[in-house]
């Protein structure tokens, strides 16, 4: 039976992690050389927890060196910068964050801004004229688990670091899963998305490959992307009230090949069944 688990770097994934397994009666210490509150990246940028709640009310112990021994050891990494990115809120300029087109998006959305056209190719208003901000990833390697390392995307094959918050937290559970013994899903699947007050944007996989599928599904569109009867790429577009439905089929889909399938309500067949089923019989049919 675990009972004492390191994890190294603070962030929203680890910081939820550590919530987890603390519920869970695990002793938990983090590294970290960023203490601070763990950003959502999702504006307005609110801590998943404070630092003083992870410290006071879960106990958990915030190191910069470990001591002792453990029985597991999980990597994340130290985001450093983002706490900095709220006052950027405060201003009427695009800003661009190095590295971060995405992230970037949110910001413009946000604030009812262009986009800083830079990295990421969105249905939206766009602009060459931004000021640069600079978020810092510092990752840990070595350990049992990584929720913040090289992630190889499932439908695509590629390597990639999980930039968003959320992907972070989804890579948590899975690792909390793993070490108390309870089944989680076996892939990763890249995730991206940019929110403002009344968009959300959205991507699976490494890049559009294959033939594509559209569907228009109230005020909501979806593209898939495929080949030979399997995803390879999705987009979303639609309000913040979609996140919700998104995040729940996205992970449906690191569980099972057949997830679209499973986008039926007492409303009908949902926009990711309707897109998904045309590569799928397509295929099939051959």
């Known amino acids: ?95 661009y964050i190095i590295g971060d087109g995405w992230l970037s998006a949110s910001l413009s959305l946000y604030r009812s801004l262009p986009v800083p056209d830079v990295d990421v190719d969105l249905p939206v208003e766009k602009t060459n004229n931004f000021k640069e901000f600079s978020v810092k990833y510092r990752p840990y390697v070595g350990g049992n688990y990584s929720i913040c390392g090289s992630f190889r995307d499932a439908w695509g094959g590629c390597l990639y670091a999980p930039m968003r918050a959320l992907e972070r937290i989804f890579a948590a559970v899975d690792a909390y899963a793993s070490i108390m013994g309870l089944e989680a899903p076996r892939r990763k699947l890249r995730l991206e998305y940019a929110v403002g007050r009344d968009r959300f944007y959205a991507a699976v996989g490494c890049r559009p490959e294959g033939k594509a599928s559209k569907i228009n599904v109230g005020d909501a569109q979806i593209w898939i992307y495929g080949e030979e009867g399997a995803p390879r790429y999705l987009f979303f577009q639609g309000r913040p009230e979609h996140a919700p439905w998104f995040f729940a089929v996205y992970n449906l889909a690191r569980a099972v090949d057949s997830a679209f399938l499973y986008d039926f309500s007492t409303q009908g067949r949902g926009g990711f069944n309707l897109a998904f089923v045309g590569h799928l019989f397509r295929k099939l049919r051959e």
Do not use: H
């Open 1 to 95: 039976m675990v009972k004492r688990v390191l994890i190294r770097g603070l962030e929203a994934g680890s910081a939820y992690l550590a919530y987890l397994l603390r519920e869970s009666g695990v002793e938990v210490d983090i590294q970290t050389s960023n203490p601070s509150d763990p950003l959502l990246d999702i504006p307005p940028f609110a801590p998943l927890f404070t630092l003083d709640f992870i410290k006071e009310v879960l106990a958990v112990r915030l190191v910069e060196q470990p001591t002792g021994s453990y029985d597991v050891v999980v990597d994340s990494c130290d985001v450093v910068g983002l706490e900095g990115i709220r006052e950027v809120l405060n201003s009427d300029v695009p800003v």
